[in-house]
């Protein structure tokens, strides 16, 4: 039954991979490489799923990854063995880290964001583990600029939310404020709907 059961986890997230690229290479072909060449240091990566952001990061960065999916927390951590990479995994939630105060150099979040229940608290708790010179590194789909796109995402959310909690317009972006935290760089892709962000923690 174990056999059954890996072959069916490796079937899924195989599925997962390819209906990603797919997205990526028409709307945000960038995104990964964006985010984790800009981690530092000891980096935290929330919700890491099956590690398609491995192989982006500097061979340097020390990785750790957080996600509520075993099945996919094992996917990515023998990503990592097959890039030759160290990588420290847990089970945890993006709202209640498992970490004390200052403990990153980086937090790196791509894609996830839309799916937690409110943005703002667990920005606040991304600032509580970054370092006082932490780097945080987004990327998300948001609200986008326009009109007729932003239309299609509204109607889209009214299935979405409901069935997985995933929301199309909201804008981390704009949230940072008020988590003690300030934008270094951003920038915004396909009609204004993809953004990424480097943000740090405000002096």
């Not at 990566?45 to 340097?60: Q, V």
């Not at 403990?103 to 608290?121: I, K, M, R, W």
């Amino acid at each position: 039954m174990a056999n059954v059961r890996d072959r069916s986890t490796q079937a899924a997230a195989a599925r997962f991979d390819t209906m990603m690229r797919g997205l990526e290479e028409r709307f945000f072909p960038d995104a990964r490489q964006w985010v984790c060449s800009r981690a530092v240091g000891s980096t935290l990566e929330i919700a890491i799923g099956t590690g398609l952001n491995l192989a982006h990061y500097p061979r340097e960065v020390e990785l750790t990854g957080i996600d509520l999916n075993v099945a996919a927390l094992e996917f990515a951590a023998g990503r990592a063995r097959g890039l030759g990479r160290e990588l420290r995994t847990e089970v945890a939630d993006a709202l209640a880290l498992p970490y004390p105060d200052g403990h990153f150099d980086s937090v790196v979040c791509t894609f996830a964001l839309c799916e937690v229940p409110q943005v703002g608290p667990a920005l606040t708790e991304f600032a509580r583990v970054l370092r006082p010179t932490g780097r945080l590194l987004l990327a998300d789909h948001i609200a986008a600029t326009n009109p007729l796109v932003w239309l299609g995402q509204r109607l889209l959310e009214a299935a979405t939310i409901p069935i997985s909690g995933e929301h199309f317009t909201r804008r981390p972006l704009e949230d940072l404020a008020a988590a003690g935290l300030m934008v270094v760089d951003s920038q915004r892709r396909t009609n204004g709907a993809i953004e990424y962000v480097h943000a740090r923690r405000a002096q």
